[in-house]
């Protein structure tokens, strides 16, 4: 079973949602721990293929897949989520 990372910034962005949403993406992270047995991802295209998002509601979720272990980078709301900075 993989381990899951939450990089720095995801983070903080999770640190920084409603109470209602965190606890659906903390919900949403246990269940990174059964990849690849997880329904609901998709693997993203372009400049992030190798990525994979994992959308709750408005809200979306994007990790990769390094050595078995789940890094979990960036998490928010769908506007402007794929946007660079």
Do not use: N
Request: proline residues 6%.
């Amino acid at each position: 079973m993989p381990h899951v990372t939450l990089l720095y910034d995801a983070a903080r962005q999770l640190g920084a949602l409603p109470k209602p949403i965190k606890a659906r993406k903390v919900e949403r992270l246990v269940r990174r721990a059964d990849w690849p047995e997880v329904s609901g991802v998709k693997p993203l295209a372009g400049k992030l293929a190798g990525h994979f998002r994992l959308r709750t509601g408005d809200y979306r979720l994007q990790f990769r897949i390094e050595g078995g272990q789940v890094c979990v980078e960036q998490i928010g709301h769908r506007d402007g989520f794929y946007d660079e900075d």
